[in-house]
């Protein structure tokens, strides 16, 4: 008989262990949504959302979301903060990467596209197709100095290959999308 109530006893132990627990996840069941939506939420933001082709230079890099932490020229091709997307009218979209050497110099070879050559860049399931109009150096400050053309633009930035304190800009516009 003592047996059987130890064994009762251990079982009852069991069943409140886990009704605790049970009721431990049910009180903190808005805390781990919470904490799901938080990850959905960035595991979003991490994921490409445009791709840039240049044939020429044999370029096909993927780009993310300006608020990503994937967004930045130390890991990829970047979109600046001041872009305006494609699918907004009147848009301008500035791209940077690191020229030089190395595993991240996406735009090591940015310098050998000329007048006429073409880009294109995939963005929401739609490629916009764009042709270089100006390419020139300026001082490497922060800032581009560029003139807003009537069409949609695409600049492409990075460090000049042949002047220190220089920045290579390559300004292109917008040609029949689809």
């Known amino acids: 008989m003592l047996k059987i109530t130890n064994k009762i006893f251990f079982l009852l132990i069991i069943i409140i262990t886990i009704l605790s627990l049970i009721k431990i ?5 808005n805390k781990l949504n919470k904490i799901s939506l938080n ?6 933001q991490d994921k490409p ?10 370029l096909e890099e993927y780009l993310y979301d300006i608020n990503s932490s994937e967004n930045t020229i130390e ?3 970047t979109f600046l903060k001041e872009s305006i997307f494609p699918d907004q009218n009147n ?16 735009f090591q070879k940015l310098d050998k596209l000329e007048i006429n050559d073409k880009i ?12 270089v109009k100006d390419i020139w150096e300026d001082n490497k ?3 581009i100095n560029i003139i807003k053309e009537l069409e949609n633009q ?25």
């Open 25 to 29: 996840d049910n009180k903190n069941l």
């Open 39 to 44: 990850i959905n939420i960035i595991k979003k």
């Open 49 to 58: 959302i445009a791709k840039l082709i240049i044939n020429k230079i044999n």
């Open 75 to 77: 890991k990829h091709v």
């Open 91 to 106: 848009s301008i979209i500035f791209i940077a990467a690191h020229s030089g050497t190395g595993k991240i110099a996406y």
């Open 120 to 131: 294109k860049l995939l963005y929401n399931g739609k490629y916009y197709n764009y042709i």
């Open 141 to 143: 400050n922060g800032y």
């Open 154 to 178: 695409l600049i492409l930035t990075t460090c000049s290959p042949t002047k220190e304190n220089k920045q290579l800009i390559i300004n292109c516009i917008e040609k029949e999308s689809n």
